[in-house]
């Protein structure tokens, strides 16, 4: 069996539940705290064991570059300046992995998206990661990243896997839900996937959580998908197709997951990482505790 060696990170999208914010600024790029989103997505690869990643970028996206990249102006002012802790900080983002570039023309769905990373990809099994969900495992059993755990997965069953959680019903509809079938601990066989069902199609409450290793027969399969009424075509079209010729399966991933589109999953990401912060925690326990008290 193929290691899984790289993986892909959709991030073309405009960012629209987060204007005016995202008019200039990708909605990857906000912080929670003082790291950006894409930053804890990127790492999380790297902690999966990933060092070969290709991010797809639309329009007014070359900060995310410029992020990744080496900054010697900064440096050498942080070296003039004596600040050693911070100089680090900035060498290990550029130094954290082999990171490419392709941009995405037309925003015409998830699975289009993937498809810009084919020849990056080649005839290889490979992770995808979206930024809208971050995961905190390092309080899970054993801390393996969300990712890890799927990698995992797929090399125990040797087929396409999606990163799944638990919702709530009034949230499940937000997202891709799995029609269960066969379920062993924590891996469900999927006999379908439904994309942002309403409450009365629910198949169940088990949604996708943005995190996948897909076979490299994907792409075959996203060629011969048609788009959509809104002209988009999804990833949960392709692994509906999967789910009923070569197998799919749902792990259910341990560990916080945070939804950060959303703008209060946002605030809570931001309120909680800040609280595990040695230097912020103090002050900002205080400041909750006291501001509780006076509403």
């Given at each position: 069996m193929n290691k899984v060696r790289k993986a892909v990170i959709p991030a073309a999208g405009f960012g629209t539940r987060f204007l005016p914010a995202t008019k200039a600024i990708p909605k990857e790029m906000l912080p929670i705290v003082d790291i950006p989103t894409l930053q804890y997505i990127v790492e999380e690869v790297v902690?999966?064991?990933?060092?070969?990643?290709?991010?797809?970028?639309?329009?007014?996206?070359k900060c995310i570059e410029d992020h990744f990249d080496i900054s010697v102006e900064l440096e050498q002012l942080l070296i003039k300046t004596g600040k050693k802790?911070?100089?680090?900080?900035?060498?290990?983002i550029s130094d954290m992995a082999h990171i490419h570039y392709v941009r995405q023309k037309e925003m015409n769905g998830s699975a289009f998206a993937v498809m810009e990373a084919e020849a990056f990809i080649g005839n290889e099994p490979f992770a995808v990661v979206?930024?809208?969900?971050v995961m905190y495992t390092k309080e899970t059993s054993?801390?393996?990243?969300?990712?890890?755990?799927?990698?995992?997965?797929?090399?125990?069953?040797?087929?396409?896997?999606?990163?799944c959680q638990t919702v709530p019903k009034e949230e499940a509809v937000k997202y891709g839900v799995v029609a269960?079938?066969?379920?062993?601990?924590?891996?469900?066989?999927?006999?379908?996937?439904?994309e942002k069902?309403?409450?009365e199609q629910l198949p169940s409450q088990l949604a996708s959580m943005g995190r996948f290793v897909f076979t490299p027969d994907v792409f075959d399969i996203i060629r011969t998908l048609e788009p959509r009424g809104n002209g988009e075509t999804y990833l949960t079209d392709a692994i509906q197709v999967l789910?009923?010729?070569?197998?799919?399966?749902?792990y259910d991933m341990e560990g916080l997951r945070y939804d950060v589109g959303d703008k209060f999953g946002f605030i809570q990401a931001t309120i909680e990482y800040a609280l595990r912060n040695r230097e912020l925690s103090p002050k900002l326990s205080k400041y909750i505790k006291d501001l509780a008290g006076h509403i």
């Open positions: 902690n999966s064991g990933i060092t070969e990643i290709i991010i797809i970028l639309g329009k007014n996206k802790e911070y100089l680090s900080r900035m060498r290990a979206f930024g809208d969900d054993d801390g393996r990243t969300g990712l890890k755990q799927l990698i995992d997965a797929y090399y125990n069953t040797g087929k396409t896997v999606i990163g269960p079938g066969a379920v062993k601990g924590r891996y469900t066989l999927i006999n379908d996937i439904i069902p309403s409450l789910a009923k010729t070569t197998g799919a399966y749902a």
